[in-house]
């Protein structure tokens, strides 16, 4: 007791504990006026649990996808993110002892704050109780592998430090989420019991003391944190192992091997970096130019890591979409460039910040997100070997257009419809009810996790094209024409989605306020209503209840369906941070041959029409046009 720190001396009296702990690394940050429960060691090796005095924020309810907000919000609010990490563990039904037994798994896409973040997480597991920690090299892991992490380990659940496709940097976004031991996004339940628990927190344990030091993420290694093991691992390594199991990768070696076959891949500067270079590079043979935009960087390198065709500029100009994407607006002309024609690569993709998302690409040929779900569904059992035995079920987001619907109804399976929200999938996975599933958002995967996974449909792509070209010597079958055969076959959905990002969340709350009404009331728009040439047949708000717990989840967006089969979706996204942003879906079936080759935007017309002046956008939300349309 003599020989501790004078700063833990002028503490609440404490129970000391002898125990023998040493470090190397840098100090950490200095102790706070708090409680100490217990003290290990002595002097230079002092490690202290201290409860840390604190005051609840209002704002710390997850939304889609965990707690998203600007990284100076996480940063600079004290205890800020210490609070809202206490909060899931105070809501995780687990006793001391559980504790004690559990592993978790903690991983980054490396954004700003990742690595502070991390070991700040590390001393609160660590004074919490928690047994083990799996950490992969430097922080650094993307969503999906996570998801596959918790599976493979067994381990109770996993903290996940992203924010997905939102930008990055000092002025950018961080976020935090929980995943359980099914490996999916927190469900409703759990995430509202973490909101409550955050909404009355008191106080947070951590460690402090001279002998807590960072733990090293350089290598693969074992270490002592508090009496906590943190197994710093591979973060490629169990994910690869994985895809090895799923796809015929000597299939795939053949495809990328062909003189004639050329590709690029977009990390964005996000997490999927490393994973395309020890996927392509290290394992298909594929050359480290096919790779653009693959180191990680916390600020994504300036960019916006969303593989859409606004923010993936450089992609979008090699595959020759440059031109045909242009904003008229916008003063940069080289960024409307396209590359010269015979530089143009057969295939491209991109993945988001935390490589959970995916583009579709071909020669001058953008592949729609739900075009893309129902083709690999399509393909599937064909393709990829994991399906050889068919598939259980298929799944989309309720926006997410109805094509993959009608993929389902030839195979005779269920077709799930969710609201928006990856964690709405996993009871159909874990039923054994969904084989694939995806969303509009560029999200698209199967149920070998319990996540999104970009990459893993890139690979499904390269499998169908491997399929469709197994004949070397045969004219290859591009991506234009199996989506072209798809449509001829199945008729087109017409689709597209607007994105009014960082309007007003009063307008916005406005706008869905007077449509609630109007639907409340009941006459406006009663079955048989006329909007301009589509004849309403219903329009509601869409609630979901889960077919195996029964929970329910209510105000998931308003949808004016049409008696020809059109329809128009309008929600509130829940995955910003800052302001409010409305998106708005449109789809429009069309199934006659000499319909199908249209420009989206012009065979919508008419619909986009009424969308806008039913929903009155321009008047509540001051935006003439839509920040991203896909």
């Known amino acids: 007791e003599q020989l501790m720190q004078p700063s833990l001396v002028a ?15 840098s100090p950490a940050p200095p102790p706070q006026p708090a409680s100490v429960e217990a003290v290990m060691s002595r002097s230079e090796n002092a490690v202290a649990v201290v409860t840390v005095p604190t005051k609840p924020f209002g704002d710390q309810k997850p939304g889609t996808s965990g707690l998203r907000k600007t990284v100076k919000t996480f940063k600079l609010q004290e205890h800020y993110l210490e609070n809202f990490v206490q909060a899931i563990f105070d809501a995780l039904p687990l006793d001391q002892q559980g504790r004690k037994a559990a592993t978790l798994v903690l991983a ?28 992969p090299q430097h922080g650094l892991m993307s969503t999906p592998a996570v998801s596959a992490a918790i599976r493979s380990l067994g381990a109770y659940g996993g903290i996940i430090l992203t924010a997905s496709h939102n930008p990055g940097g000092v002025d950018g976004d961080f976020g935090v989420k929980y995943n359980g031991a099914d490996s999916g996004p927190a469900p409703p339940k759990i995430t509202d019991a973490i909101y409550e628990c955050s909404k009355k927190i008191e106080s947070f344990r951590i460690l402090q003391g001279a002998g807590v030091k960072d733990v090293s993420l350089d290598t ?32 795939l070696r053949r495809l990328l091997a062909r003189p004639s076959f050329t590709f690029v891949y977009d990390s964005m500067s996000g997490v999927a970096g490393p994973f395309a270079r020890a996927l392509f590079v290290d394992e298909l043979g594929a050359a480290p130019s096919s790779l653009i935009n693959a180191e990680p960087s916390e600020d994504f390198n300036g960019g916006h890591p969303d593989p859409n065709l606004t923010y993936a500029k450089e992609l979008v100009r090699r595959m020759g979409l440059a031109a045909a994407t242009a904003n008229k607006d916008d003063d940069d002309d080289n960024e409307s460039k396209d ?15 935390d490589a959970d ?20 569904a399509a393909y599937a059992s064909a393709a990829i070997p994991y399906f050889k035995s068919g598939l259980k079920g298929l799944a989309r987001s309720m926006p997410t257009s109805q094509a993959v619907d009608r993929v389902a109804a030839a195979l005779k399976i269920p077709c799930h419809e969710v ?32 996540e999104k996974d970009g990459l893993w449909a890139v690979l499904a792509w390269l499998s169908i094209l491997a399929h469709r070209n197994a004949d070397a010597s045969a004219p290859f079958v591009s991506v234009q024409q199996i989506v072209e055969e798809h449509w001829r076959k199945y008729g087109r959905n017409y689709y597209s989605r607007y994105d009014y990002e960082q309007v007003s969340g009063d307008g916005a709350r406005a706008l869905f306020k007077r449509l609630q009404d109007a639907i409340a009331g009941g006459e406006q728009y009663k079955r048989g209503t006329k909007l301009g040439e589509f ?36 929600r509130l996204s829940g995955t910003g941070s800052v302001g409010a942003t409305v998106r708005l879906y449109l789809e ?14 012009v065979a919508l017309k008419p619909l986009i029409d009424v969308a806008l002046a039913e929903s009155k956008m321009q008047h509540f939300i001051d935006r003439t046009r839509p920040t991203v349309i896909t």
């Not at 590359?339 to 910040?353: K, L, S, T, V, Y």
């Not at 047949?537 to 195996?548: A, G, H, I, Q, R």
């Open 588 to 601: 429009k079936y069309e199934s006659d041959p000499a319909k199908l080759t249209q420009d989206p935007q």
């Open 108 to 135: 980054g896409d490396g954004r700003y704050y990742n690595k502070e973040a991390i070991q700040i997480i590390l001393r609160m597991a660590a004074a919490n109780g928690f047994g083990r920690v799996v950490v």
């Open 339 to 353: 590359d010269d024609n015979d530089n143009i690569p057969d295939f491209g993709a991109a993945a988001d910040g």
């Open 11 to 25: 503490l609440v009296a404490v129970v000391i504990v002898a125990v023998a702990v040493s470090w190397t690394s």
């Open 419 to 450: 609201p928006t929200g990856w964690k709405y999938f996993v009871s159909h996975m874990e039923a054994g009810k969904c084989s694939i599933c995806g969303e509009e958002s560029f999200g698209t995967s199967s149920d070998h996790v319990r």
């Open 357 to 376: 998302r995916n583009m579709i690409l071909g020669r001058r040929f953008f592949v729609n997100p739900s075009d893309s779900l129902a083709i690999i």
């Open 220 to 251: 693969v290694a074992e270490h002592e944190l508090g009496g906590m093991t943190v197994s710093v691992v591979s973060a490629t390594a169990g994910w690869i192992a994985l895809m090895k199991e799923i796809f015929d990768f000597d299939a």
């Open 535 to 570: 004849v309403v047949e219903k329009v509601d708000e869409f609630s979901y209840v889960d077919p195996y717990d029964g929970s329910a989840v209510h105000h998931q967006g308003i949808r004016f369906l049409f008696q020809d089969g059109s329809r128009f979706v309008l």
